[in-house]
């Protein structure tokens, strides 16, 4: 058996009195995918914040394997070392594209500035790596030097992919990557992270509300509601046999064409 | 002598002023935050520049004021006139002979010596700001050090004209550690940031000072297969003959005549007195 990659214990995180998300404990190995799902205000994003070092839990402990140090809980690292391990192992994939892109710079200096941030300095072999992403999350190589603003929502939202994907990451956190998308694109987007979770092998945790993109996706499921884990489990295994009455609730409301 | 304390700033004023200098040339590029006063001309005209030069002036000073290069423009008359009434200081337009020099957009072409402070007039001290607009967030990426935006401009700017396009305020690492913005000098002056004399920045409207003390390593970003070209106008100067310094076109008429003429019009009339012609220069002078 493996180690874990990433390891959460106890997480919690108070917004004064209320609860934002608390007792979230869970291992995820590599190669693994694990969906998050429950309605909005269950903390799910809380919970992905926290883990992906955008928010401070108040208790708890996250461990991750790092490629040098070993296993390591991120919140004792310091600050520049929180930063580098999100630049480099680590990557976020906003639900709209417009936050995790930089809207005035090109779609090759989109995906090169992971690069140019770990210390490429050669223009060529950036400019290559940049044309070698954007084929792989099927943009057209003539649009490398087109600006975000020119692309729709999908190629906008298959952009922030390449570019989050470029320095190889480990671990990939995504907050709702379909959000706001219509369902072909929605379809060809989650087609598309499939086969770049399988080909790299990356672990990855995926926040959703929808429950088609985790039953595709997702290896293990945990279904949250006002704060708490209420149910977790092999997806198929959630879904096709929810405990839980919250779960039975969200199984039973999705809309069948 | 005038009504006014010496150099206009009040004592304790230049005190403060003094000790960000201080601070400045400790950490070199490090942009120390200082309370800049409401001095008597417009924002954009110097603030930073006159505030920095009012600390440095002593009565034996000679200083010089240096507006795209020429002494005899508005913005250089102007603040030379001010420290004239205000501090009774000597004044000069030669490079060789001034103590205190306060430039706009260039660096002398006569090389400076030791004894010599150049202060330098900064519209935006920060060198990340039109590619990271939160001030909390650049002041991080300087403290940890993420430079990596920096060269996405530089990218940037390969991909949509072949080149480096960047031509002035062109960004420099100071002494392996901050990235500092060298205020609007041609990058032809790049090379220059490595001198002799001490280098301080005012920015007024920003608010902040900043330093290069002499001899200190001055690099200027680049890719490797894109090296840092400090480039100027491909003739001669017109009246000096000059070849290697920095030079303004200027449109003599309207059927497409122009001149190059050197932009340092102490040095390019210093090589004039000297006897060096150039193509335009007048015709029985050159007889001579």
């Known amino acids: 058996m493996t180690n874990p990659l990433f390891s959460v214990r106890d997480v919690a995180k108070y917004y004064g009195g209320r609860i934002g998300c608390a007792d979230v404990s869970f291992d995820l190995y590599p190669g693994e995918v694990m969906g998050i799902v429950g309605e909005s205000g269950s903390g799910k994003s809380t919970l992905l914040n926290c883990l992906a070092g955008h928010l401070t839990p108040d208790a708890g402990q996250i461990l991750f394997d790092t490629r040098t140090g070993g296993v390591r809980d991120t919140r004792e690292m310091s600050e520049p070392e929180r930063r580098m391990l999100s630049r480099t192992d680590w990557a976020f994939v906003h639900q709209h594209a417009r936050d995790g892109l930089r809207m005035s710079v090109s779609a090759g200096g989109n995906v090169g500035e992971r690069l140019m941030a770990v210390g490429a300095r050669r223009y060529d072999t950036i400019r290559a ?129 | 002598m005038s009504d006014y304390n010496f150099a206009y700033l009040d004592e304790q004023t230049k005190r403060m002023i003094r000790r960000a200098i201080l601070k400045g040339v400790a950490i070199p590029g490090y942009q120390v935050p200082f309370a800049s006063r409401e001095m008597p001309m417009p924002y954009g005209w110097g603030t930073g520049g006159v505030q920095v030069s009012a600390a440095c002036l002593t009565p034996e000073d000679t200083f010089k004021v240096i507006d795209q290069g020429a002494d005899d423009t508005t913005n250089a008359v102007s603040i030379r006139k001010f420290f004239e009434f205000t501090a009774g200081v000597a004044v000069t337009e030669h490079t060789g002979e001034a103590t205190v020099i306060q430039t706009r957009h ?155 003429v050197c932009s340092d019009t102490d040095y390019c009339a210093g090589r004039q007195a000297d006897g060096h012609r150039g193509r335009l220069s007048p015709i029985q002078e050159a007889a001579e």
């Not at chain 1, 379809?187 to 080909?199: G, N």
């Not at chain 1, 949250?224 to 046999?241: F, I, N």
């Not at chain 2, 901050?178 to 280098?199: C, G, H, R, T």
Request: negative net charge; proline residues 7%; hydrophobic residues 40%.
């Open chain 2, 106 to 260: 260039r660096i002398p072409e006569e090389p400076l010596r030791e004894d010599q402070i150049l202060v330098y007039q900064v519209p935006i001290p920060e060198p990340l700001r039109f590619l990271e607009p939160r001030e909390t967030e650049t002041r991080k990426m300087h403290a940890l050090e993420e430079y990596g935006l920096m060269h996405v401009k530089l990218y940037e700017d390969i991909s949509r004209h072949g080149n480096i396009a960047t031509s002035y305020a062109y960004p420099v690492k100071v002494e392996g550690r901050y990235v500092m913005d060298p205020s609007p000098i041609p990058k032809f002056d790049n090379p220059k940031l490595e001198m002799a004399a001490i280098q301080l920045f005012g920015a007024g409207r920003e608010q902040r000072i900043y330093a290069i003390p002499p001899y200190t390593q001055v690099i200027s970003l680049d890719f490797e297969d894109y090296p840092f070209d400090p480039s100027k106008a491909d003739h001669p100067c017109d009246l000096c003959g000059a070849e290697h310094t920095y030079l303004d076109e200027v449109i003599i008429d309207d059927a497409g005549g122009r001149m190059f």
């Open chain 1, 129 to 257: 790596q940049a044309i070698d992403w954007l084929g792989r999350v099927e943009i057209d190589e003539s649009r490398i030097d087109d600006r975000p603003t020119a692309f729709s929502g999908g190629m906008q939202q298959r952009l922030q992919i390449a570019r989050n994907l470029v320095t190889g990451p480990r671990l990939v956190f995504m907050d709702e990557p379909t959000g706001g998308l219509d369902v072909s694109v929605q379809a060809r987007l989650l087609d598309l992270l499939r086969s770049l979770v399988r080909e790299m092998g990356l672990s990855a945790i995926i926040v959703t509300h929808d429950l088609a993109v985790v039953r595709l996706l997702a290896d293990r499921l945990m279904v949250m509601k006002s704060g708490y884990v209420v149910e977790a489990g092999l997806t198929d295994q959630v879904l096709d046999d929810p405990q839980h009455a919250y779960t039975q609730l969200l199984v039973s409301s999705v809309l069948q064409v």
